[in-house]
């Protein structure tokens, strides 16, 4: 399997370790396969018998065909083995009737990047050595909070990667800044800058740009990588949890093998729900996707009109992690329907004028797949008190916004097939937001919040949030923001 840039007609010539280590096609496109491996429904019905690991291995060698099946087995079953996932990878949990939500969020850090970030890194150990690589990596990531966290769980004690995680000392909550300042591993560090976000970002991508910099990393054994969220090694993960949930469907006597079934995904960067399309067009029986926003509705706009506008105000919600003005991954997806041509020039346009608009067939042919729906902040509460008080379920702001869409297309099109919810985040990432819509009162504190939330649901925190506060501190470094590429060599020394 060789893959190719979203962008340009040349043929498919890189291997997945290449495009693992490289990250961003050098035409500024992202990387996809040449073409879409097949899954037969008798190979869903072995699966059905195989636990998380063994599904993940079986899935990712159809796409990455220069690793061995052995090698991804020891990856998956160390990336997702019992002491990170407790209680299993990604549980399917009844809602109510066809209600199933995929709680994707039972890893090191609570939130679904760990479904792709605690593979990812292993993949780019070995493709190092697949690619003849005698350096050794140092990712640097600015993070607004989770992908932070969720970044140095996975890169933590990989051989052949450092890690080097920057984020703005006001920025962030004080539980993210926790779990960022407690955390353990030989080859991680953490630094707080003086700054908002935007410094930090800008900060890293001038690290990154800057030659005589990577001269003297080049020197020491060191060479810079990224962990973006457009990495084909965090989607290629990410497909797997849509076999796993049709399997555990199958298993629980709530479909028949061949039967469709939907998926409902809190969308942001377009990437969980890309990888729900990509498995629906390996043979998986998903009948519609339903892409749900919270009021950044600019993928709800786009799926009813065929206008991608960025030129809107943005807001700040109760679900961040889809506060999004670009959604980077919906790049592949157009390049699967309009081709590598038509995406070049939609991006152009996006680039120059902040907008583009697909033409009529192409919108066509994606509304046969998708639909968008957007939760406001209020009717987002409200699903989160309304799930909670009539069926038990504490599901998080995220997972909110997805419940609330998925009602709404169930109202508008009368479909009844099974409905995959993804659950991105435990409901004690976001406590504060939970416990308030919940109970209609304040928790005394941001960290207070996890023991209110316990308290009033009679649930258990989650073992990455448990005791955060009596946890060791490890790093407490604050630099000014001219002073991020010293930290860097810093730590390298
Ligand atoms: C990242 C994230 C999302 C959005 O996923 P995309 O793949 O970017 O669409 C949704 N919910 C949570 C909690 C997240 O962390």
């Known amino acids: ?14 291997t997945a370790a290449e495009v693992i280590k490289q990250g961003l096609a050098d035409d500024g496109g992202l990387f996809v396969p040449e073409s879409v491996p097949t899954l037969s429904l008798k190979e869903i019905e072995a699966l059905c018998k195989e636990d998380y690991p063994v599904r993940a291995a079986t899935i990712l060698s159809k796409f990455l065909s220069d690793y061995t099946y052995d090698e991804l087995l020891e990856d998956c079953r160390a990336a997702y083995d019992e002491k990170s996932f407790v209680g299993g990878a990604a549980p399917l949990v009844n809602i109510h009737d066809r209600f199933e939500s995929l709680e994707l969020w039972h890893g090191p850090t609570a939130a679904f990047k760990d479904m792709a970030l605690q593979i ?52 962030v909550s004080r539980v993210q800044k926790l779990q960022m300042a407690t955390q353990t591993g030989s080859n991680v560090n953490v630094c707080a800058i003086r700054g908002n976000f935007d410094d930090a970002q800008n900060g890293v991508k001038v690290i990154f740009g800057d030659k005589a910099m990577a001269e003297t990393l080049n020197q020491k054994g060191y060479f810079f990588s990224s962990a973006n969220s457009i990495n084909w090694g965090r989607l290629a993960p990410q497909i797997v949890y849509y076999v796993s949930a049709y399997c555990d469907l199958l298993n629980a006597g709530k479909c028949k093998l061949g039967e469709s079934f939907n998926v409902c995904v809190p969308t942001g960067n377009f990437g969980n729900i890309f990888a729900a399309y990509l498995a629906k067009l390996m043979g998986l029986p998903i009948h519609h996707m339903v892409c749900a926003s919270n009021t950044n509705n600019i993928l709800t706009d ?47 346009a996006l680039k120059k004028d902040g907008c583009y608009t697909v033409d009529a067939e192409i919108l066509a ?6 639909s968008g729906y957007f939760t406001n902040e209020e009717e987002t509460a409200e699903t989160i008190k309304e799930t909670y008080a009539k069926y038990g379920y504490l599901a998080d702001t995220h997972t909110a916004v997805a419940i609330h869409a998925a009602e709404a297309y169930v109202g508008e099109s009368g479909d009844t097939r099974p409905m995959i919810i993804d659950s991105t985040a435990s ?10 819509s919940v109970t209609g009162k304040e928790a005394t504190s941001e960290l207070g919040a996890l023991d209110e939330l316990s308290a009033a649901t009679g649930t258990a ?17 604050v630099v000014d923001r001219e002073q991020m590429a010293e930290a860097v060599l810093e730590y390298l020394n």
């Not at 042919?365 to 998708?370: G, H, Q, S």
């Open 365 to 370: 042919e994606i509304r046969k797949n998708f």
């Open 461 to 477: 925190i989650p073992y990455p949030l448990a005791g955060l506060a009596t946890r060791k501190v490890n790093f407490e470094k």
């Open 302 to 348: 786009f799926l009813r009109t065929g206008t991608y506008d960025r030129n809107r105000d943005f807001y700040l919600t109760m679900s961040p992690s889809m506060d999004i003005l670009i959604s980077s991954n919906l790049e592949r997806l157009l390049y699967f329907t309009a081709g590598s041509e038509k995406t070049a020039a939609y991006m152009e």
């Open 427 to 436: 409901p004690y990432k976001f406590a504060n937001n939970v416990y308030r």
């Open 120 to 171: 990812m890194p292993r993949l780019l150990s070995r493709a190092l050595v697949k690619t003849g690589e005698e350096r050794t990596a140092l990712i640097l990531v600015a993070t607004s909070g989770d992908t932070g966290k969720a970044a140095l769980e996975g890169y933590k004690d990989v051989p052949r990667v450092k890690i080097m995680v920057f984020y703005p000392v006001d920025g």
């Open 1 to 14: 399997m060789f893959y190719k840039s979203t962008r340009s007609n040349e043929k498919a010539a890189k």
